[in-house]
């Protein structure tokens, strides 16, 4: 756990240190290296860590917020921050456990 939370600090310090210099990762359009990062970093904010790992990091948390305001993360990633994405997919199992127990196969 400690050599991942390494690598990703390692991550995100170079990420600050290009968007310093630069509007995305390998220049002045979105390309393969920030979707990789968009990744990396959604991930982060999901575990509830984002707040933490971007404070420190004024660019990157720039460059995060303009990524969430673009259509392509919306279509991506936005089904799976929804709550009704989650219901759908809780839902049916915690029915199916229901029905489980009540005839007795759980």
């Not at 991550?11 to 002045?28: I, N, P, V, W």
């Not at 709550?83 to 049916?92: E, K, S």
Request: aromatic share 10%; with cysteine.
């Amino acid at each position: 756990m400690a050599d991942n939370q390494k690598q990703l600090v390692t991550l995100l310090d170079a990420a600050e240190t290009q968007l310093s210099k630069t509007t995305f990762l390998a220049g002045d359009t979105y390309s393969a290296a920030d979707v990789m990062l968009t990744c990396a970093v959604f991930l982060v904010e999901q575990a509830s860590q984002a707040k933490a790992e971007l404070a420190c990091r004024p660019n990157l948390s720039a460059w995060w917020k303009g990524v969430k305001r673009r259509r392509s993360f919306t279509a991506a990633f936005g089904p799976a921050t929804s709550p009704v994405t989650m219901l759908t997919l809780v839902l049916p199992a915690v029915i199916k456990v229901m029905i489980w127990k009540l005839l007795h196969w759980y």
